[in-house]
């Protein structure tokens, strides 16, 4: 019950500099930028919910929601929130990319898509509004009957609170922690006829709204996450993981991701969050039974046991073999 199911799009941007064209305020401590290429042309596609990797610094990778309009082929527009107690990235983002400034970017890719339904509940917490907003755009122009719940500390913190009020009406409705508490989710999901329900925010909103809907029928909750969800394995022992494509095989010891162990046997491996929280690191599974501790993939994903995340995930099996 966390992203739907379906592959990630490929990365389309492999690192590619693009220029900071705009930037804007749309909340307390929350930049908005547009990114361009610096001689203008198209960027690559993109659907609601894709996030894209900016490279800030050596060793530094974070991911942003693409929260603007996918068909404006001529930018992508990602909003960040500035931590002050995060580590690094979001500080960054804020002090150096002003206007003019460039940034490696990788993506999109999307592991939170939006399933075609005639109704949708969307829960946004934050800084979770930016994967919402293309996804309210979209609902609306297929017509769908949706409502938002957007919950945040105050009015000042709520990125697009306004315009989205101003474009939606009451479909939108905003609570300010400091005004109305906290979501009352009994009162926003009494069952599962309110269609899908797609959540994101502060890990302590995406529990209870996964608390709240357990037992529902699988398929009902999609969520995307900012940070791990926590290790949900047993303890570690030492596996062997054939690479099927490079003809090696690598013995991982306990402690030690798999990641890790591939790279240090000189095989590079596209990873981004080193969290099993961006997918970027996906890896195809050949054979053996991956143990899933990431906080992306759906249950029907890791039943199926054809993929993982290798960044954090290990195996129930004493070898897999994997497409590296």
Do not use: K
């Not at 603007?68 to 992508?76: F, H, N, Q, T, Y």
């Not at 719940?149 to 905003?174: C, H, I, N, Q």
């Not at 969520?223 to 570690?236: N, S, W």
């Amino acid at each position: 019950m966390s992203s739907p199911a379906g592959p990630a799009t490929g990365d389309a941007l492999a690192g590619v500099e693009l220029v900071v064209a705009a930037r804007e305020r749309v909340a307390a401590e929350v930049v908005a930028l547009s990114l361009c290429r610096p001689g203008g042309g198209d960027l690559p596609g993109w659907t609601p919910g894709a996030h894209v990797d900016l490279e800030l610094g050596p060793g530094l990778v974070r991911q942003y929601s693409l929260c603007g309009d996918p068909a404006d082929r001529s930018a992508l527009r990602v909003a960040v929130q500035r931590e002050p107690g995060g580590r690094g990235g979001s500080r960054l983002v804020h002090e150096r990319l002003a206007v003019g400034a460039t940034v490696r970017v990788r993506g999109p890719r999307n592991h939170f898509r939006l399933v075609p339904a005639r109704r949708y509940l969307f829960v946004a917490g934050g800084i979770g509004i930016t994967p919402i907003v293309p996804m309210l755009a979209a609902a609306d122009a297929g017509g769908a009957d949706w409502r938002l719940a957007y919950g945040g500390r105050s009015r000042a913190t709520m990125a697009f609170a306004a315009p989205l009020r101003e474009r939606y009406g009451d479909r939108v409705s905003l609570h300010p922690q400091d005004e109305t508490g906290v979501l009352d989710l009994a009162a926003l999901m009494p069952g599962p006829a309110v269609g899908p329900v797609y959540c994101c925010g502060p890990e302590t909103l995406v529990r209870a709204v996964e608390e709240h809907c357990r037992g529902w029928p699988p398929g009902c909750l999609h969520v995307e996450r900012f940070t791990p969800a926590g290790d949900t394995g047993g303890a570690d022992t030492a596996i062997e993981v054939e690479l099927a494509l490079s003809g090696r095989t690598v013995t991982v010891p306990p402690g030690t991701p798999i990641l890790r162990a591939v790279e240090e046997a000189g095989v590079q491996v596209l990873s981004s969050c080193r969290e099993g929280t961006c997918g970027t690191c996906e890896t195809p599974v050949l054979a053996g039974v991956p143990e899933h501790r990431d906080s992306l993939l759906t249950e029907r994903e890791r039943a199926a046991g054809d993929t993982m995340l290798i960044c954090v995930s290990r195996a129930r099996t004493p070898r897999l073999v994997l497409e590296l």
